[in-house]
């Protein structure tokens, strides 16, 4: 069964601070892995797209990385903003035709001036 | 102009009555979706269409029931609401299955 773990469930930081949130996967056939932000009360948008070839992606302050052998990522968020507090969720696509994303749980990421 | 809009925003009513989520999205996407998100965040895939046609029904109760008039509508209708109904509800669309999510603002739904 395809199932996507994500650590820590929360996280509270000081602003300016660097942080990394953690994802483990065993979704398969892989095909792609995405990093969604959700602020409170918005829909999800999507941060970055990592496939099988790929091992860092960074978008702005945000830099993720993709270990395939252990099936592991992590999204890094550097010098952290209040505007980072956020849900981050963790969504892992099959190539196997299921057509169902195996999403995360999420880590709720508080910045505190 | 918004990419994904849903409507209503908020949504209270009493338990028993019939309620309609809209959706419409004007990125030209093949893909609509409708998604739970329960109390916890968990976002839970409940119905997908690809150009108007049915193609995910997750385990969902038949009270729910979407409604695709055409590629950029995906409405979903609810019977009978429950109480364990109320929760965030999530309309999304792709171009194709498992690209990238484009998601609308949310429809909390609320029975008392």
């Known amino acids: 069964k395809n199932q996507v773990e994500q650590s820590p469930q929360s996280l509270i930081i000081l602003e300016g601070k660097n942080c990394t949130l953690q994802c483990n996967y065993t979704v398969s056939p892989f095909s792609n892995l995405r990093w969604y932000k959700q602020d409170t009360g918005r829909g999800p948008v999507s941060l970055t797209i990592m496939t099988f070839s790929e091992n860092t992606k960074s978008n702005g302050r945000y830099t993720a990385t993709l270990d395939a052998d252990t099936k592991q990522s992590s999204l890094h968020i550097t010098a952290s903003q209040l505007s980072d507090s956020a849900s981050y969720i963790c969504?892992?696509?099959?190539?196997?035709?299921?057509?169902?994303?195996?999403f995360g749980r999420g880590t709720s990421l508080i910045v505190h001036p | 102009d918004t990419a994904v809009s849903q409507t209503p925003k908020y949504l209270v009513t009493q338990m028993g009555n019939d309620k309609s989520i809209k959706c419409e999205q004007n990125l030209g996407h093949d893909t609509m979706y409708w998604y739970k998100q329960d109390s916890k965040k968990f976002l839970k895939i409940m119905f997908s269409y690809n150009n108007k046609e049915l193609i995910i029904n997750e385990t969902v109760p038949n009270r729910f029931s979407p409604k695709s008039p055409d590629k950029a509508h995906l409405n979903l209708h609810i019977n009978s609401l429950e109480l364990g109904d109320s929760a965030v509800y999530f309309c999304?669309?792709?171009?194709?299955?498992?690209?990238?999510?484009?998601f609308g603002s949310g429809t909390q739904l609320s029975v008392l």
């Open positions: 969504v892992v696509s099959d190539s196997g035709g299921s057509y169902i994303p195996t």
């Open positions: 999304a669309s792709s171009f194709g299955q498992s690209e990238k999510l484009f």
